[in-house]
């Protein structure tokens, strides 16, 4: 079994900005030498999360408005009382969401469907350069 790693940085813009992983991954794929296996995303922090969607203008804009729906960024949050920050919203809705992602390699191909991407969503409330991890493992 080989595993290997590797991290990259992405810059987001913060509030629900959602940034396409899949051509990276696939990039990192192809040069792995792995054949079958899995492949972990994640994306460190308490304020961004790793998915799956149909990557396209009309989904990012409904995943936006969920968010808002869901969990508003103009509520108060007890974690705004300690830090002062704004961004209690964002640690809620990254934790609800999730920072890591396994998706299956099949054929040294990412077992995603056809119209599945792979996203990061950056929640927070301020532009930020996101460290992502990406490690495969298998044969």
Avoid at 26 to 34: A, K, M
Avoid at 109 to 137: A, C, H, M, Y
Wanted: charged letters at 25%; hydrophobic letters at 35%; proline letters at 4%.
């Amino acid at each position: 079994m080989k595993i290997r790693s590797k991290e990259i940085t992405v810059r987001t813009r913060g509030y629900c900005d959602i940034i396409d992983l899949t051509p990276q991954m696939e990039t990192f794929l192809s040069e792995g030498g792995i054949r079958e296996g899995q492949f972990l995303v994640f994306v460190p922090g308490s304020t961004a999360g790793i998915t799956t969607i149909e990557f396209e203008p009309g989904l990012k804009k409904d995943l936006k408005e969920f968010f808002e729906k869901l969990i508003p960024s103009s509520e108060r949050y007890h974690h705004n009382d300690t830090w002062h920050d704004g961004n209690g919203f964002a640690h809620v809705r990254a934790a609800f969401l999730k920072p890591s992602l396994t998706i299956p390699v099949i054929g040294n191909r990412l077992g995603l469907g056809t119209w599945q991407q792979v996203v990061l969503i950056d929640f927070d409330n301020r532009d930020r350069n996101r460290r992502v991890i990406l490690q495969l493992s298998g044969l």
